[in-house]
Each structure stands twice: as structure tokens, then as C-alpha cells.
């Protein structure tokens, strides 16, 4: 059985420190997400990765992927108050049937 | 550019009551999934439908079940409704194999609470 799993679960930091968040993922899988969600809305998509050693940066966050360890990072640089939200990494599977897997989610807050 | 709609925003039924959810693609896509995302929770895959067809599903019970249309607009149905089903309901949309590398955009959702 898939499973996705990330760390921490909880984060609580100061503005302008760095920091990791790790998704760990069971099985070989062809692509991996991640997401963020603030309080009551929906999901907004911030990376895809697509293969082993993928990096994708967008302002304070960047995502790699090492697929042959089956994780994923999401790094935060100088963290801002703007950041606080959840954030969830997802795999999907085509094995003989589609599947989509999100991660357990990582709740940050950034504390000014 | 359109992006993805979900109707209705908010729904309240009661236990064993039938409900059906909508949701409109972005447009140009056709491939439609839908998520439960319980309080609290992290989305839980229901199934997906890639130009009208099924081909996915999660750990859903034969009572949740769907409909994509030829404008790959979607349903969501859920027959006999439990305590459980109370949750945020969430769509996505996709183009998988075009230039949108799999990208997922999700509608605002449908929050269902059951009584």
C-alpha cells in the first residue's frame, strides 16, 4: 500500500530563519506534488517534480527530489509571516489503475 | 482562462439522504478528480475521470460515485449519507500529457456537513 508521509507535523518558526519539510513516500512513484492550503480554502499547487534530482524554486521555497531514496524536501529560506499555512506533498500511481496520494500535511505557522 | 468551479459551495443534508456535488474543468482540461478532505485531514483520493471513463479509484465505498460529461464538466454523487461524510469536498482538474506536466488546479470545494 502507498503511503506518503511527511515531517514534521507541526512547525513553529521565526521570521527570517530556514527550514525543512520532508515527504517520505512507500513505493516507486512517477511524479511527485506539493501543496499548500491556507485556513478554510482549497489547494494551491506550488511544484511538480518529475524526475530524480528535479529542483524547482519559487521565491522562499524550493522543492527537490531524490527518487531513489523515495523523498522529497520542501526548503524555506528567511521565512515570512506570509508563509503560515499547510502544506502537503502528494505521489500518483498508473498501475494498472490511477492513484493519488496526498501526505499527512505539515501545519506552519511563522511567528513575526 | 476559466478556472474550475464547484457548485454548490455549502450543503447541509441529513443521514441516509442522497447528495450530488458539481464541478466544472478548466478549460482545455479533461481530466477530473475529486477529494474528500475531512477536518483536520489531508485530501483523500475518491476517483478520477479521464474522458468520461473511471480510471482510478480510492478506498470509496460503491456509494460515492461520479459522471464526467463530454465538456468533461463532473459529478460527485453520494448515496446514503453517514456522520462520516461530513467534510470539505474538493475537485481538480488536469491535462495530463500536455504542457501542463500533470499540474493539478483545484476548485474552491463544497463543504457537506451531514446531521
Known amino acids: 500500500e502507498l503511503k506518503v508521509e511527511q515531517n514534521p507535523l507541526f512547525l513553529s518558526m521565526q521570521e527570517g530563519k530556514n527550514y525543512t519539510i520532508y515527504c517520505n513516500y512507500s513505493?516507486?512513484?512517477?511524479?511527485l506534488y506539493w501543496y499548500r492550503q491556507d485556513p478554510g480554502k482549497s489547494l494551491e499547487s506550488l511544484f511538480v517534480?518529475?524526475?530524480?534530482?528535479a529542483v524547482k524554486q519559487e521565491g522562499r521555497l524550493m522543492a527537490s527530489l531524490d527518487t531513489k531514496a523515495r523523498l522529497s524536501t520542501l526548503h524555506i529560506t528567511a521565512a515570512v509571516h506570509d508563509l503560515s499555512a499547510t502544506y502537503f506533498c502528494a505521489v500518483d500511481l498508473h498501475s494498472g489503475t490511477y492513484k493519488y496520494i496526498f501526505g499527512t500535511g505539515t501545519r506552519l505557522k511563522v511567528l513575526a | 482562462e476559466t478556472g474550475v468551479t464547484q457548485s454548490p459551495t455549502h450543503l447541509i443534508k441529513t443521514r441516509g439522504q442522497q447528495v450530488t456535488l458539481r464541478c466544472s474543468s478548466q478549460s482545455g482540461h479533461n481530466t477530473v478528480s475529486w477529494y474528500q478532505q475531512a477536518l483536520g485531514q489531508g485530501p483523500q483520493f475518491i476517483f478520477q475521470?479521464?474522458?468520461?471513463?473511471?480510471?482510478g479509484r480510492g478506498n470509496f465505498p460503491p456509494r460515492f460515485s461520479g459522471l464526467q460529461f463530454p465538456n468533461y464538466s463532473s459529478e460527485l454523487n453520494v448515496n446514503a449519507l453517514e456522520l462520516d461524510d461530513s467534510a470539505l469536498y474538493l475537485c481538480?482538474?488536469?491535462?495530463?500529457?500536455?504542457?501542463?506536466?500533470?499540474?493539478?488546479?483545484f476548485g474552491p470545494g463544497t463543504r457537506l456537513t451531514v446531521t
Open positions: 517534480l518529475l524526475s530524480n534530482g
Open positions: 475521470y479521464y474522458r468520461e471513463e473511471e480510471n
Open positions: 481538480a482538474s488536469s491535462s495530463p500529457g500536455g504542457t501542463a506536466n500533470y499540474e493539478q488546479y
Open positions: 513505493t516507486t512513484s512517477d511524479r
